[in-house]
């Protein structure tokens, strides 16, 4: 089946503390796996992931993929009250179409 | 990166009328993308919009509800039709993008419609 599934759902911390976003596929027909954050509205881009055990990284985010294991963590250390938003993750199937396929999100909440 | 505007921003409508959205790109794409994100849900595709070809819908939505055009290579518009309160949603376009070796798409900043 065709999904993608978030842990958890939301969650709230405080400053400094580091967390970690968990994001979970199933599929036999796989091409990247994409993280995005939204703030508002417009979801913005963070990582595009499509090999296994290659962390990518962008200041205090970074994030990695199992294609063993079906899975994606997307870790924020230090976190700060700018990084309150939603996280999605979203899987891209491949083909002609680029569909992306999105998970529920997960909604960070980060208090001063 | 793409820069999508999006328009209208928002919008409170009446059940049993029509809105028009626009999403303008400022460079030439393939492929756009329109997307809804109901309350407390994550986006759901509607349908893919190629230039010069049909939109291509995904399972649970149709064309008589959800037209969409797609006049050339930077522009598209959904219309949302004959609306009840269910359609009440943030709607999204996106545009591919290539990013870091791959595919990636771009998004709007959305169009919140409610409907009384």
């Given at each position: 089946?065709?999904?993608?599934?978030?842990?958890?759902?939301?969650?709230?911390?405080?400053?400094?503390?580091?967390?970690?976003?968990?994001?979970?596929?199933?599929?036999?027909?796989?091409?990247?796996?994409?993280?995005?954050?939204?703030?508002?509205?417009?979801?913005?881009?963070?990582?595009?992931?499509?090999?296994?055990?290659?962390?990518?990284?962008?200041?205090?985010?970074?994030?990695?993929?199992?294609?063993?294991?079906?899975?994606?963590?997307?870790?924020?250390?230090?976190?700060?009250?700018?990084?309150?938003?939603?996280?999605?993750?979203?899987?891209?199937?491949?083909?002609?179409n680029y569909?992306?396929?999105?998970?529920?999100?997960?909604?960070?909440?980060?208090?001063? | 990166?793409?820069?999508?505007?999006?328009?209208?921003?928002?919008?409170?409508?009446?059940?049993?009328?029509?809105?028009?959205?626009?999403?303008?790109?400022?460079?030439?794409v393939t492929m756009m993308f329109?997307?809804?994100?109901?309350?407390?849900?994550?986006?759901?595709?509607?349908?893919t919009?190629n230039?010069?070809?049909?939109?291509?819908?995904?399972?649970?939505?149709?064309?008589?509800?959800?037209?969409?055009?797609?006049?050339?290579?930077?522009?598209?518009?959904?219309?949302?039709?004959?609306?009840?309160?269910?359609?009440?949603?943030?709607?999204?376009?996106?545009v591919e993008?290539?990013?870091?070796?791959?595919?990636?798409?771009?998004?709007?900043?959305?169009?919140?419609?409610?409907?009384?």
């Amino acid at each position: 089946e065709d999904k993608v599934v978030q842990s958890p759902l939301s969650l709230v911390v405080h400053e400094g503390d580091t967390v970690t976003l968990n994001c979970s596929y199933e599929v036999t027909n796989f091409r990247s796996l994409l993280w995005y954050k939204q703030e508002k509205k417009a979801p913005t881009f963070l990582f595009m992931l499509t090999s296994s055990g290659i962390e990518k990284k962008s200041g205090r985010l970074s994030s990695i993929l199992d294609k063993k294991e079906l899975f994606s963590i997307l870790n924020i250390t230090a976190t700060q009250t700018g990084d309150s938003a939603i996280y999605l993750c979203a899987r891209n199937s491949g083909g002609s179409n680029y569909k992306l396929t999105f998970g529920k999100g997960t909604l960070l909440t980060v208090n001063p | 990166s793409a820069v999508i505007s999006q328009k209208p921003s928002r919008d409170i409508c009446q059940r049993g009328t029509s809105l028009t959205i626009q999403c303008q790109v400022d460079s030439q794409v393939t492929m756009m993308f329109w997307y809804r994100q109901q309350p407390g849900q994550s986006l759901t595709l509607i349908a893919t919009a190629n230039q010069g070809s049909e939109a291509t819908y995904e399972s649970g939505f149709v064309i008589d509800k959800f037209p969409i055009s797609r006049p050339n290579l930077t522009f598209s518009t959904l219309t949302v039709s004959n609306m009840s309160p269910e359609d009440s949603s943030i709607y999204l376009c996106s545009v591919e993008g290539f990013r870091d070796y791959g595919n990636i798409q771009y998004f709007g900043a959305g169009t919140r419609l409610s409907v009384l």
